[in-house]
Each structure stands twice: as C-alpha cells, then as structure tokens.
C-alpha cells in the first residue's frame, strides 16, 4: 500500500441520498482520510463548474442537465478524471445493449464457456398478445424484466412468467429472459477498477417444467437475490431449495472471472460495477452473464472501505488509468470464439415513466446462437 505524500486530494461525489447513505461511511471517510484523501460533497443545487478544485469526480446521477455538467466541467477540467462517462454509463440503462457488451469480449481459458440468456424485446401489448416463444427460440418459464434499467423502484419489478396467462398480463416494454434452472444460486461478481470480489447471493429456485401450466400465471420479485422468504417458501411453483453454505455450491474459477471483469472493463469503459453471473446446472461448466448494474452497493462487500480507497489512490496517482488502457488493448487479442443469439424488436419504445429521461439506444433484430466457448 503507497503512503500519503503530503499532498492532500479532494474527491468530489455526487450521489443520490440513498446512495450516500449507504455508500459514504463514516469508516470510508476516515480510512480515505488516512491515505490523504478527503470526500467532499458536491452541493447538486449549484453549478459544478463553480465547485472545487476536485482531484476527481465519483457520481452515480442521472439527468439531462447533470451530464451536461459533467460535460462542462470535463472541458474546463480535461485532467480531472470524472468516473465514470456518462455515456458509458447509459449502456446499462438498456437491458438489451447492457448483455450486448458482453458478447464483445473473449479470452483464452480451458474448460468453461459463457454467454447471455435468449432474450426477445417486446414494445408493445398487441405482441404480447400475438407472441409465440417457440418461433422466438424461447420457452417457458421465462424472466419478464423492464427494458429501462435506471435504478428505480419501477425498474426493478420482476417476474418469473410460468404460462400464457402470464405473458398477457405483461405490460411492455418489457424483455423476455430465458430462464435457466441454476441450482438456487447467483454469482454476484463486484469489480473496483482491477479489483474482482465475486460473493454467492440466494436466487430463484429451480423451476419443474412438468408443472407449469398448473402454476399461477407468474411470480413477481424485485430483485433476485433479494427474495423474501414468503416467496422462497411457497411450494405452489415447485421449487427446489439450494443450501448456500453447501460446499458443492463452489465459486466460479476467479482467473474466469478476473478475465470476465477485464474484458467488460474495457469494453464498457466503466471501472465501477458488478455483474450477475449463473451456473447452467444442465452444464456444470457454463455459466451466463444475466446483468450487470453500475455503481453498486459497495457496502454489501466485505473490507470495501478498503477497497475503494485503494482504487481511489491509483486513480489520482494515474495508475489506474494505464491499466484501463492495457484492458482495451487486450480485448483484440483472445481466441474465443463466440456466438450471440439475440432476439429483439427494431421497433421505437416510449420511454419508462419511472425512468429520469433517459435514452434508450435504438436496437435493430439479429438472429444468432448465445453461446461463447472459451
């Protein structure tokens, strides 16, 4: 670990309240302190242009007139790193552009191969109605998810789709998931610049096929590790538990994942976020990318205090920054071979009420295969 050199750093950060809340620990505050680095609050009710000086920008807001702040700031600043670009950021506002990333990635490594799920976009409440999955390559059960991935409440209200009654009461826009029996068990894989914690998170349980049409139509969540126990007790939808503390739940192998992290790394132009990874149990050794969210909750990871202060100082030391550059020249040079299924509308959308304006990347219809052997 470097020592302070006398010289004191500023981090300026703007985070929604929660997000400080949660985020901005007073044990943050003082390790930070410690390595000679203060955390200042940007007041969001004056210009940014007008505060500072900041080392660094840290931010996770979303709006039309705080990017254009950023913007303004970057060109009076052009030295002051801002993590992370807001239109980098912006990828992962769509859930279909937000996996698209990942079939942009390869490297070499034995034995394991990734993906992402079949995935379709429905616009609107005719093609819900005049879906049929079979011609989509889709069955059901399937995961039906908002388009728009802000954060919001709205955002993250979920379910799992067991029949046609459910699919008609979808109201788009909204993405159609396959879902993939995984043993109960999600692979939460935190990144910090080139840090890569991955910890394991209860999930939906596995789903029998035989007894879907006897289920209730669908099953509403908010988040998949964060299922309540009521929903993970219900034995109506046929579930089978997962012990997570069983020891044949193992974590993905980590080069697997540091090389995962390092490709979207790149690819993403993103230093902070995490991403979902599940375990096929029809194939032990395959594993698929089902999210991946910016910014989020540190707190949850272990000595993350930390961590991010580390991060912190190779940020404004630049050391981070030649590690970025090295992660994107490194994307050219893996040998995987990769086949990407992804089935969506190349309708226009209506932006999600429940969404802060945000834009959402036009996205035209392919038909390939999603899966990557590496």
């Not at 008609?168 to 826009?173: G, I, Q, R």
């Not at 999600?186 to 939906?204: A, N, T």
Request: proline letters at 5%.
């Amino acid at each position: 670990m470097e020592e302070p050199t006398g010289r004191r750093f500023g981090i300026g950060y703007a985070l929604a309240p929660k997000k400080q809340a949660s985020f901005v620990q007073v044990s943050l505050i003082n390790l930070a302190k410690e390595r000679g680095i203060d955390l200042i609050k940007i007041d969001l009710e004056k210009p940014l242009i007008d505060q500072g000086p900041f080392d660094c920008i840290l931010h996770k807001i979303y709006s039309p007139s705080w990017k254009q702040q950023l913007s303004d700031y970057a060109v009076k600043n052009p030295n002051v790193p801002i993590i992370d670009s807001p239109n980098a950021i912006e990828r992962l506002h769509n859930r279909i552009s937000m996996l698209e990333v990942v079939t942009e990635i390869n490297f070499e490594c034995e034995k394991v191969s990734f993906g992402i799920p079949k995935q379709i976009v429905i616009y609107d409440a005719k093609a819900v109605k005049e879906l049929n999955l079979e011609d989509e390559g889709l069955k059901l059960p399937v995961i039906a998810k908002p388009l728009v991935a802000d954060g919001s409440a709205k955002s993250h209200k979920m379910s799992l789709v067991f029949n046609k009654d459910g699919l008609s009461k979808l109201k788009p826009p909204v993405v159609l998931q396959e879902f993939v029996n995984h043993g109960g068990v999600i692979f939460k894989v935190y990144v910090v610049g080139d840090y890569v914690k991955c910890v394991k998170r209860k999930s939906l349980p596995d789903v029998n096929e035989d007894n879907l049409e006897s289920s209730e139509g669908s099953l509403s969540f908010s988040q998949v590790s964060n299922l309540n126990s009521v929903e993970r007790a219900d034995d109506k939808y046929y579930y089978s538990m997962m012990d997570l503390e069983d020891e044949k739940t193992e974590l993905p192998p980590i080069s697997f994942l540091v090389n995962i992290a390092s490709g979207l790394r790149g690819a993403m132009g993103l230093r902070l976020f995490n991403f979902d990874l599940i375990r096929d149990v029809r194939i032990g050794n395959r594993y698929l990318v089902i999210d991946i969210n910016y910014f989020p909750g540190y707190a949850k990871m272990p000595c993350y205090e930390r961590v991010l202060t580390d991060f912190f100082w190779d940020v404004l030391n630049n050391n981070d920054d030649n590690k970025m550059d090295l992660n994107l020249q490194s994307l050219n040079m893996g040998t995987c071979q990769m086949e990407v299924r992804k089935l969506v509308s190349n309708s226009e959308c209506e932006e999600d009420d429940g969404a802060t304006n945000l834009p959402v990347s036009p996205i035209k219809r392919e038909e390939k295969e999603s899966s990557i052997q590496v």
